[in-house]
Nanobody, 121 residues
Framework: QVRLEESGGGLVQPGGSLRLSCAAS????????IGWFRQAPGKEREGVSC?????YYSDSVKGRFTISRDNAKNTVDLQMNSLKPEDTAVYYC?????????????????WGQGTQVTVSS
């Protein structure tokens, strides 16, 4: 059974850091493009970062977030530094077969359930 599971969300103060992890079961992430998306209340789901044969970051997180892949663990992590209140959202990881950078949610076949990130003092 194909499954993605996010972990690592929580409450953090502005300027703090969190590390999200996306773990896959039932398939090997190495052969997939993995995207991190977020959705805040009342807003559309937006692409934050993607990793395939290269990496992509949205302008809003560039320089603060880092995406990485651990093939041995079959995980993709998102290191989030210098967090801001506007980063508050439910964060989702998603996977689609291939090596192309994809930033639209409709391009992804598999989704996790999401993990809440709240940045507040």
């Amino acid at each position: 059974q194909v499954r993605l599971e996010e972990s690592g969300g929580g409450l953090v103060q502005p300027g703090g850091s969190l590390r999200l992890s996306c773990a896959a079961s039932g398939f090997t992430l190495e052969h997939y493009a993995i995207g991190w998306f977020r959705q805040a209340p009342g807003k559309e789901r937006e692409g934050v970062s993607c990793i395939s044969s290269s990496t992509y970051y949205s302008d809003s997180v560039k320089g603060r977030f880092t995406i990485s892949r651990d093939n041995a663990k079959n995980t993709v992590d998102l290191q989030m530094n210098s967090l801001k209140p506007e980063d508050t959202a439910v964060y989702y990881c998603a996977a689609t077969l291939g090596k192309t950078i994809l930033i639209l949610p409709t391009a992804y076949n598999y989704w996790g359930q999401g993990t809440q990130v709240t940045v507040s003092s």
